[in-house]
Structures are given as structure tokens and as C-alpha cells.
Nanobody, 124 residues
């Protein structure tokens, strides 16, 4: 059973930084692609960033390009999201997600496994 556990969320002032982590267990081929999503109150969940197994392919939502970096350490079964220059509108619950290899499917689509989420709050 794949398990994803996020950590690293918290309260930060606008302009600050946070690094989210997602520890994966029982997750090899099922975690070929990993990603981060977020959901703000009253809004739908949206894609933030995705990364392939070796890290050679990444994808970012337009609203985080230049401010966030996704990375992974397969030896530690962990994926990270470094977020800089945070804005109040980045406030949301951030979810880690994973799926297997699906040729032709964009990194932002068709995730199978989800973590419970970690709250990020950015104060103005």
C-alpha cells in the first residue's frame, strides 16, 4: 500500500520561504511520477509541480514558475517542494501525489495516490 506523508508546512510571512517534503513508502514503480497540488478554501485542487523518476522532466504551474523548485531523492523515497517569495495567495493545503509511468501523459495529470496534506499559510 503506497503511503505519502507530507511535512514542512507552517505559517510564514509574505516574501518568505518554505520547503515541503513528502516521504513515500511502498512506492517504487507506483511513484515514477510525483507531484504537488494545492487546495485553497473554497477552491478546487490545482496542480503546482511534477517531476519524473530521474528528475529529468519537471513541470510547473504558471503561478509558481520562478518561485518554486521540485526535486526528489529516490534513495530516501522523498520529494521536495522549495517555495520562495511566498505570497498570501499561496495559502492552501498542499498535497503530495504519485503515479506510475504512463507514456504520453503530462506530469500534471492522472495521479493515483495522495497524501493527507500539509497546511501552508502566508501572512501579509
Amino acid at each position: 500500500q503506497v503511503q505519502l506523508v507530507e511535512s514542512g508546512g507552517g505559517l510564514v510571512q509574505a516574501g518568505g520561504s518554505l520547503r515541503l517534503s513528502c516521504a513515500a513508502s511502498a512506492c517504487t514503480y507506483s511513484c515514477y511520477v510525483m507531484g504537488w497540488f494545492r487546495q485553497a478554501p473554497g477552491k478546487e485542487r490545482e496542480f503546482v509541480a511534477g517531476i519524473s523518476w530521474g528528475g529529468g522532466r519537471t513541470d510547473y504551474a504558471d503561478f509558481v514558475k520562478g518561485r518554486c523548485t521540485i526535486s526528489r531523492d529516490n534513495a530516501k523515497n522523498t520529494v521536495y517542494l522549495q517555495m520562495n517569495s511566498l505570497k498570501p495567495e499561496d495559502t492552501a493545503v498542499y498535497y503530495c501525489a504519485a503515479r506510475g509511468l504512463r507514456p504520453g501523459v503530462p506530469l500534471r495529470d492522472e495521479y493515483d495516490y495522495w497524501g493527507q496534506g500539509t497546511q501552508v499559510t502566508v501572512s501579509s
